[in-house]
């Protein structure tokens, strides 16, 4: 599974960005859970949101309430929108693909809880978010 991020790039705090993740090769776009990590220099990877084939999402807990993940199954394409953005939501945000089966909860929340589980990951993007 091939998986290419788009859309970073710098923003002032409060405003918002929408990233996007197309992806290529592997088996039926519908048989992978998908989720967004990200991290920051000198912190460990951290799970931003995930979502299942069906819909269901997770986040992190400092995101909540203010990105939301969601996915085009007919386009391959998973996406993230972010508003009221913070300082502390730079870093370089990966897309990140894991095999689950629909409705397979789970999994979704093992993305977010611990983002090394997913098998495939993108190069990354850049967001920074200015003070």
């Known amino acids: 599974v091939q998986l290419v991020e788009s859309g970073g790039g710098e923003v002032q705090a409060g405003g918002s960005i929408r990233l996007s993740c197309t992806s290529s090769g592997g088996d039926n776009y519908s048989r992978y859970c998908m989720g967004w990590s990200r991290q920051a220099p000198g912190k460990e990877r951290e799970g931003v949101a995930a979502v299942d084939s069906d819909g269901s999402t997770d986040y992190g807990t400092s995101v909540k309430g203010r990105f939301t993940v969601s996915r085009d199954n007919a386009k391959n394409t998973l996406y993230l929108q972010m508003n009221s953005l913070k300082p502390e939501d730079t870093g370089m945000y990966f897309c990140?693909?894991?095999?689950?089966?629909?409705?397979?909860?789970?999994?979704?929340?093992?993305?977010?809880?611990?983002?090394?589980?997913?098998?495939?990951w993108g190069q990354g993007t850049q967001v920074t978010v200015a003070s």
């Open positions: 990140t693909a894991e095999s689950c089966n629909p409705s397979d909860y789970d999994v979704v929340h093992a993305m977010v809880v611990n983002p090394n589980v997913a098998a495939y």
